[in-house]
């Protein structure tokens, strides 16, 4: 994509300096397409956009000005705002990993039949969780095993902390985006700004 410093702040910039080149250079593109969606969404220089965004910690806004959720996978970056709390998560649908361990290590014991232990079920399923985690802030390795998904039902459940969640799960090219609230994300009352961006 080229340089993007140029809407980087200088706290990121400093951050970015001291991360590998390859952490480095999705660290500043990220938030480079972070601050060029809300810039549009709220009128603002990019650079104006009061964003928190530390590398490990979801990004953050000032109280008033919503809630901003982002992902990305090895080719793709996702942006979604909303007014009220929000996750989304981003995978590649053809997506080589061990879907069988990863089953029976965190989802196996919510599975209904062998029907559903295949490749592209466990990775709709590993999404809807990280959408739900990233809408709770919560912690990945805490909160997966608790967080119950069904592949015929819209939302998902927190068995610990008796939360429930809004999914909407859908594909979109190559990719399979989870977004996880806990409104109807199109009421005429909210608001969603996405924009997807290559990362090479």
């Known amino acids: 994509m080229g340089n993007v410093t140029h809407v980087s702040s200088p706290k990121e ?4 300096s001291n991360l590998s080149s390859s952490r480095a250079k ?8 972070i601050r060029d969606a809300l810039s549009k969404l709220f009128d603002l220089n990019p650079l104006e956009i009061p964003l928190r965004a530390n590398p490990g910690e979801p990004p953050t806004l000032p109280k008033g000005m919503g809630y901003v959720s982002m992902s990305h996978c090895q080719d793709a970056c996702i942006i ?9 998560d981003i995978e ?28 592209y079920y466990i990775l709709k399923q ?28 819209k939302n998902l ?3 610990k902390k008796k939360l429930t969640v809004n999914l909407n799960q859908f594909s979109f090219l190559k990719w ?11 009421s005429s009352n909210n608001i969603i700004c996405n924009n997807i961006g290559h990362i090479k």
């Open 157 to 159: 459940y927190h068995i």
């Open 176 to 186: 399979t985006i989870s977004i996880a609230s806990q409104n109807d994300l199109y």
């Open 80 to 88: 979604c705002w909303n007014k009220e709390r929000i996750g989304i």
């Open 92 to 119: 590649y649908s053809d997506r080589n990993f061990n879907y069988k361990g990863l089953a029976q290590k965190y989802f196996y014991q919510k599975i209904i039949n062998n029907s559903e232990l295949n490749k």
């Open 13 to 16: 910039i400093n951050i970015a």
């Open 126 to 153: 590993w999404s809807a969780i990280e959408a739900a985690i990233k809408w709770d802030s919560g912690k990945l390795s805490k909160d997966i095993k608790y967080w119950q998904y069904k592949n015929y039902k």
């Open 26 to 33: 999705v660290f500043l593109e990220s938030r480079f397409y």
